[in-house]
């Protein structure tokens, strides 16, 4: 976001200078074009990948959180029918099932605060975090992807798919309450 804003900044800059001061012009043209390659060379992962759980995959040693999406916690449990059943595992497992041994590949986002890469992923076409939510495994992280996956979090929720067949809590919501903070 921070290079988008840069871009438009030297953008805006570029046309209020006009010609009047060539070797500005050719400096700021520079620079935005230095922004644009590094946006379009986002760097990848690739490779056979390892699922965590729902929402994180390892890569050749590289930790990888899945972009915009938010899965239960591996040991977490969801309520059906008065009792409970494990859908942080069954969140796992349906990523293990959707890769199915393919290669995965991954561009990255950002990096978190745990020096994670922070990306979207793909096992042949499929983009998994999208999937993901789709099919109910995980939810929209809108705090960190906004609202990329709202159309794949109301279909599933619709369909009662995944987690939303049943109740459950948050995954946010519970890793606040297991820290103990409000």
């Known amino acids: 976001m921070q290079k988008l804003i840069g871009a438009l ?4 800059a570029i046309l209020v200078i006009g010609d009047r001061s060539p070797q ?26 390892h699922v965590i759980d729902g929402d994180t995959l390892d890569i050749d040693g ?22 409970d059943w494990t859908c942080g595992e069954a969140s796992t497992e349906a990523l293990v099932d959707a890769i199915n041994r393919q290669e995965v590949r991954c561009e990255e986002r950002d990096t978190d605060r745990y020096g994670r890469v922070v990306a979207e992923c793909w096992a042949g076409n499929r983009n998994l975090n999208a999937w993901m939510v789709a099919e109910g495994w995980a939810v ?24 939303w067949s049943r109740r459950f809590e948050m995954p ?11």
């Open 140 to 163: 929209a992280y809108r705090q960190y992807g906004g609202d990329i996956y709202d159309a794949e979090e109301q279909a599933a929720k619709n369909a009662k798919r995944g987690v």
């Open 9 to 12: 900044a030297i953008v805006a």
């Open 24 to 49: 500005i012009r050719d400096a700021l043209e520079d620079q935005l074009g230095d922004i644009l390659r590094t946006e379009q060379a986002r760097d990848q992962v690739a490779g056979l990948a």
């Open 62 to 83: 590289t930790r990888i959180r899945m972009f915009g999406i938010d899965a239960p916690e591996g040991r977490q449990t969801c309520r059906r029918n008065r009792s």
């Open 172 to 182: 946010w919501d519970l890793r606040k309450h297991a820290r103990g903070t409000n």
